[in-house]
């Protein structure tokens, strides 16, 4: 089975959470585009909001409907992907650098669901870099302030956001407590959003050499 394969699978499970007349939360990368394909092919009943104008995009090229999410206060299910989580349900995502919208729409949502392929099961989060997204006006005080909280700061170079932001990572988490982690980067001015979700994720489906294991909060 290839990684893949695993993440249609892990879509494939997730879709069969979708009912008629849901308004439904798409999340952002590989693993959530093969849920938006998925959903292209069988044609629910649904309208979607988008975590990203990629995920929109994918979506509305496909048929999709499409509503803007600035109009909206509550989604019945979102479905995502993540970079890590761990048994406990917390979730490190934003390496496609959606983190903020994802977590807006995640924190409207009755239920987010996580989609993954086995590697980003983790004993516990902090492996992976924190993606923290910045106002450019306030990016070397806010790199300053993350190198207190990480080994290695770096920015990701010719990227901006879709809110108009840049993207700082952190590398090597000096702190290994999440919660800790997740207010210390929250407390720096200039910080918009960070990639630590805590208490957002209600479920997730992994799907590891084609075995689904489901994990509930
Ligand atoms: C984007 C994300 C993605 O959900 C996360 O990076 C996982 O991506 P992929 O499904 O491509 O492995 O958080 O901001």
């Known amino acids: 089975m290839t990684t893949d394969t695993d993440k249609r699978a892990a879509a494939a499970a997730a879709v069969e959470m979708v009912r008629d007349g849901m308004l439904v939360g798409l999340g952002t990368g590989s693993t959530a585009a093969h849920l938006i394909a998925l959903l292209v092919d069988r044609r629910p009943a649904i309208e979607v909001v988008a975590t990203s104008e990629a995920s ?86 806010v790199a300053r302030a993350l190198a207190g909280l990480f080994e290695r700061v770096e920015k990701r170079e010719g990227v901006e956001t879709d809110n108009g932001n840049v993207i700082l990572d952190g590398h090597g988490w000096r702190d290994a407590d999440p919660q800790r982690m997740a207010a210390a980067v929250a407390s720096i001015p200039g910080v918009v959003g960070h990639g630590l979700f805590l208490s957002e994720v209600d479920a997730a489906i992994i799907a590891e050499d084609g075995v689904v294991t489901r994990l509930e909060r």
């Open 56 to 141: 929109a995009r994918a979506a509305r090229e496909g048929g999709l409907v499409v509503r803007d999410f600035a109009g909206i206060s509550r989604v019945d299910l979102t479905i995502d992907g993540a970079d890590e989580i761990d048994s406990m349900l917390v979730a490190v995502k934003g390496a496609g650098g959606a983190m903020l919208r994802e977590k807006v729409v995640a924190a409207a949502s009755d239920r987010m669901v996580v989609i993954a392929d086995g590697s980003k099961r983790v004993d516990r989060v902090g492996a992976a870099k924190l993606p923290v997204e910045v106002l450019p006006f306030a990016e070397r005080f």
